[in-house]
């Protein structure tokens, strides 16, 4: 319990940003290294057809989908203010799982799968962005220069989906340019996530316990809080 209560939220947002943008970078070094993709400019997907990036983007982002919906799950019970319904955390689950896809099965494999998963991702967290964006200045706890971190951001994702999709039109001809709206989607989706890193500010995981799991606020954490010993009545047999 203590272990536990000890970890604050925003471990999970650095865990979600790292494990993504850490797998998809060193993939793209290795890539680039061994001669398996130009260094200007790859799909990122491009970066986890052969071995050995292959395995690390895999792993890595199977990872990072977990720590994304986690991260998903703790914006929705750690702000109580929110205008939020279920549609928020759907969706970023939805995306979350689309993202595993990716992951889990390369364009090699599979290149409808792995598209139909990217797609999932992108349009479904574009979406979750707009929406938690214009919900988070009902909690006061969320600065000004948060909100408007976050709507630039949300908005730019939609614009760069939008340009992405219009340049798949004729992905031979404009293919460097989809590779650029995909890569500055993925960096503005870690962008978004880091956003909430001032929000959580302090906030422990047990704080954000959904109502009826867990009452944190009757829980003593602290390492140094006194256990005091409870006399049990013994009852003659």
Sequence with gaps: MIIYGSVKAKAITYSTV???WGAIVICYVVAVSLGHVPAWLPMISDCAVKAPESYLFRLGIITGAIALFTNVIVVYYGFPKFSF?????VLGGVASFGLAIVGAVNEDENNTVHSAGAIVCFLGYDVYMILVAYNAPTDNRISTSSVIAKRVIAVTEILLLVAAGLFSLDHKKYHVYVAVCEWLGVLGIELFNLTFVHDFKDMKLLEVMPDGVLDASKIKLGPKDD??????EKTPI
């Design 18 to 20: 790292l494990t993504s």
């Design 85 to 89: 319904s279920k549609a928020e955390l």
């Design 227 to 232: 256990v005091k010993p409870v006399a049990v």
